[in-house]
């Protein structure tokens, strides 16, 4: 029994190791990402709210802009219309 177990254990271990090279592999895909978004931003190749739109597709917008909740109200106050409306739909 007390093979089994530690076979269960390294099976168990391996798993998780496959889990967390997966995280990464996730991780650098998003990272990127923004990073395009950015270079198509700064290059005018792309609109501010496309920009926020693309976030949004690769659930990346949450990392980057706060909860409007969070925001105080002279933060919101200087995001510009289109802008605050893309960032008000639902995920």
């Given at each position: 029994?007390?093979?089994?177990?530690?076979?269960?254990?390294?099976?168990?271990?391996?798993?998780?190791?496959?889990?967390?090279?997966?995280?990464?592999?996730?991780?650098?895909?998003?990272?990127?990402?923004?990073?395009?978004?950015?270079?198509?931003?700064k290059g005018n190749l792309i609109e501010p709210d496309?920009?926020?739109?693309?976030l949004r597709s690769v659930n990346g917008l949450e990392?980057?802009?706060?909860?409007?909740?969070?925001?105080?109200?002279?933060?919101?106050?200087?995001?510009?219309?289109?802008?605050?409306?893309?960032?008000?739909?639902?995920?």
């Open positions: 029994m007390g093979l089994t177990t530690k076979r269960d254990e390294a099976a168990y271990r391996d798993y998780v190791v496959a889990q967390l090279r997966l995280a990464h592999m996730r991780v650098r895909l998003l990272l990127n990402e923004i990073e395009m978004i950015g270079k198509a931003l496309d920009a926020v739109a693309w990392y980057l802009i706060p909860v409007e909740d969070e925001l105080p109200s002279a933060a919101m106050m200087s995001v510009p219309e289109g802008a605050a409306a893309v960032l008000s739909q639902p995920s």
